[in-house]
């Protein structure tokens, strides 16, 4: 938590400030002295400038400004989602606003609140993460639920393969399961615990093989986008730039006149709102990605670090420079600077991209947009959706009108009009015990959680089922475990 304190000193949290200033360059001594335990430069003008730098980049006096006129809206205060808008709108407009001491905020300042909202963001999932890595709290149920999705993944290729001729492996059907996910946050845990997973899965000496001749069933993941990163197994040769798969590629290695040793099968999962691993070059503007040090789940390593030395550890991100230029400004405390795989620019933490569905959205990065468009593609095909975690709020006007438009195609004698788009709801509502409650229970009980009812909005009262035990209790068995039975009820509305 001294890295996190330092930090906020640094940044000029108000309750430090003499007399509340918002002034960038009105430095105490303590913030010095903070500033003096994460820099290597000595002297009170060099910590200042660095201080004034970090200031400019995240401004916090500014976003704990715009947090102070968010409406309270829940008994845990205001929702990020209403101060993402409050951000964007005036961003979009280019017009600032007077905060609740009628100090009057510029546009200007609003970038910098916005940069701050974004480092506090990724600040909060790396201490929780790190908690949770050394503690290993939490991870057996990610790392169990991986597993048993490839397994899952691996069952269904098999029986696909053996109904169908040998060009069969190319066809969507082969090559892509029928789970996708899609991760409204920027949280990558979920995917590192499948990457993780199937790594072990197609190193196993009893992977399957499917076809004639007999080829390996290995399973890799679509992230809707080519994300280049470096490699996390540092004692390849060859290359040090690594890629996911793709549908692509796995499309054309699948071809039996190809003569890979291997058929393959991919599962989307889904950024639409960018992601803690990623950075949107400065320069050229393309997308970097990095997954850490080390192919284990509670790799220490696996997030980008803040930047403050605080934040990291001796030997932790042993890979993290690769070049002579990180390496000095390793050095000097600038542990968050990271070469763009394609030109070399140095990125930043204030370069992850990061946003939220808001109603003032500006044209996001390309790489976002087309990973959305990916997103409406998945949706459109999907005949089965479950919210964990997100409660489709009824002020979020696009993703309303996104699954509205798809359940009203249905029942419009479009395309696929025979099949109902479904919904589970997986929540937190002790009420509800921990077991799947199908539409006539949920009519019966009465007055229905929120999440519920704005679902039932959405897709029909009839097409709506809710697990009020959260996660991960929703793909546990009784015994606290992670079982084929308990996924299978989770991922299909009919087998309660
Ligand atoms: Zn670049």
């Known amino acids: 938590m001294i890295a996190f304190c330092d930090l906020l000193k640094i940044l000029g949290d108000r309750e430090e400030a003499r007399d509340g200033s918002l002034s960038v360059s009105d430095i105490l001594d303590q913030q010095l002295t903070a500033m003096g335990r994460n820099w290597e430069e000595v002297g009170r003008e060099a910590l200042r400038q660095r201080i004034v730098q970090l200031r400019s980049l995240y401004d916090w006096p500014a976003l704990v400004a715009a947090i102070n006129i968010c409406p309270e809206r829940t008994s845990r205060g205001f929702e990020l989602v209403d101060l993402f808008n409050l951000l964007d709108m005036h961003l979009q407009s280019g017009h600032g606003f007077p905060d609740r001491e009628k100090t009057f905020l510029p546009p200007q300042r609003l970038i910098g609140a916005r940069g701050a909202l974004g480092l506090l963001i990724q600040t909060m999932f790396y201490i929780d993460w790190h908690a949770k890595a050394r503690k290993k709290r939490d991870l057996r149920h990610h790392e169990e639920l991986a597993i048993a999705l490839g397994r899952r993944m691996q069952n269904e290729g098999r029986r696909i393969a053996s109904q169908g001729g040998p060009d069969d492996f190319e066809l969507d059907d082969f ?258 015990g921990d077991g799947w409650i199908y539409p006539a229970e949920i009519q019966a009980k009465g007055k229905s959680p929120e999440t519920v009812k704005n679902a039932q909005d959405a897709f029909g009262r009839e097409n709506v089922r809710f697990f009020g035990g959260g996660v991960p209790g929703v793909f546990l068995d009784g015994n606290a475990r992670v079982s084929a039975s308990a996924v299978e009820r989770f991922l299909l509305w009919d087998r309660a």
């Open 175 to 432: 090559i892509l399961g029928d789970v996708d996910f899609v991760s409204l946050n920027w949280d990558p845990i979920g995917l590192w615990a499948q990457f993780v997973a199937n790594r072990s899965l197609n190193g196993a000496s009893n992977i399957p093989h499917v076809g004639t001749p007999a080829h390996r069933l290995a399973l890799y993941h679509e992230l809707g986008y080519f994300i280049a990163g470096p490699r996390v197994d540092k004692a390849h040769k060859g290359s040090k730039v690594w890629q996911p798969m793709n549908v692509s590629s796995a499309r054309q290695l699948n071809d039996c006149n190809h003569g890979a040793n291997l058929r393959i099968r991919v599962t989307n999962y889904l950024f639409p709102h960018g992601c803690l691993w990623w950075r949107e070059c400065p320069n050229c503007g393309k997308l970097s990605s990095y997954i850490g040090d080390v192919w284990e789940i509670d790799s220490t390593s696996l997030l980008p670090p803040p930047p403050l030395r605080a934040f990291v550890d001796v030997g932790q991100f042993k890979s993290w420079c690769t070049g002579e230029e990180e390496r000095s400004k390793w050095q000097l405390g600038e542990v968050d600077a990271r070469a763009c795989v394609h030109c070399k620019t140095l990125t930043y933490a204030h370069h992850t991209p990061m946003v939220m569905q808001t109603n003032f959205k500006t044209a996001p990065p390309p790489f976002l947009d087309e990973i959305q468009r990916e997103m409406r593609v998945v949706v459109q095909q999907a005949d089965h959706i479950v919210l964990a975690g997100y409660s489709l709020p009824s002020d979020d006007v696009t993703y309303r009108a996104f699954f509205s438009a798809r359940t009203r195609r249905n029942s419009s004698g479009l395309k696929d009009s025979n099949r109902e788009v479904r919904c589970s709801v997986v929540d937190l509502d002790d009420r509800y």
